[in-house]
């Protein structure tokens, strides 16, 4: 189920970023704001509670923190080696 919950999450998370702002991007931004603030880790939490802040104040924010977070939690919970290279998304226009 957390492996699930995770592949979840930053599947959200990860359309949400490098895209202009519209009616369905904003809502799977709430959607993985509010599930990361009752499923996700303390860290998560925190990082959730960031994004949503700065994205009420400058109506931008870059999620790649929260991204990275869930990347290392799920390898984790996959068995495989931690990585620490950084998230690019290629968005096709």
Request: aromatic content about 2%; proline content about 1%.
């Amino acid at each position: 189920m957390r492996i699930k919950y995770l592949i979840e999450m930053w599947r959200k998370l990860e359309r949400t970023t490098e895209r202009g702002e519209d009616k369905s991007r904003l809502k799977d931004m709430e959607e993985v704001i509010a599930d990361i603030q009752l499923l996700g880790s303390g860290s998560q939490i925190k990082l959730a509670i960031e994004i949503a802040e700065t994205l009420a104040k400058k109506g931008k924010v870059t999620v790649n923190n929260l991204l990275e977070e869930l990347r290392k939690d799920l390898r984790k919970e996959l068995n495989l080696e931690p990585v620490s290279v950084e998230i690019k998304a290629l968005r096709a226009h």
